[in-house]
């Protein structure tokens, strides 16, 4: 997979690697938070499984769910995906 940012070719990543990178840094922010799985899972409305799935890098989830995952956190998505980057 390509990855652009800001229209521009950065860097070519498998996308397995972008999900457990993605899923690497939800982790972390909700760790930071000191907040668990499960009351994340709460306040998201996503099954814990899910959340544990995404943390793993095994599941592809939707801008949707990102977005309820960084409300869940509270961070925008926009900020959230900036986070990402930078990371």
Not at 29 to 46: M, P, S, Y
Not at 62 to 78: M, P, Q
Request: positive net charge; hydrophobic residues 35%.
């Amino acid at each position: 997979e390509e990855l652009y940012y800001n229209g521009k070719l950065v860097e070519t990543k498998k996308i397995e690697d972008i999900r457990v990178y993605i899923g690497n840094v939800i982790s972390k922010a909700r760790e930071d938070k000191n907040i668990t799985q499960v009351e994340l899972a709460k306040i998201t409305k996503i099954h814990q499984a899910d959340i544990s799935r995404i943390e793993q890098g095994l599941s592809n989830p939707s801008v949707k769910t990102l977005d309820r995952i960084a409300k869940g956190l509270g961070l925008n998505l926009k900020l959230f995906l900036e986070w990402c980057w930078e990371k």
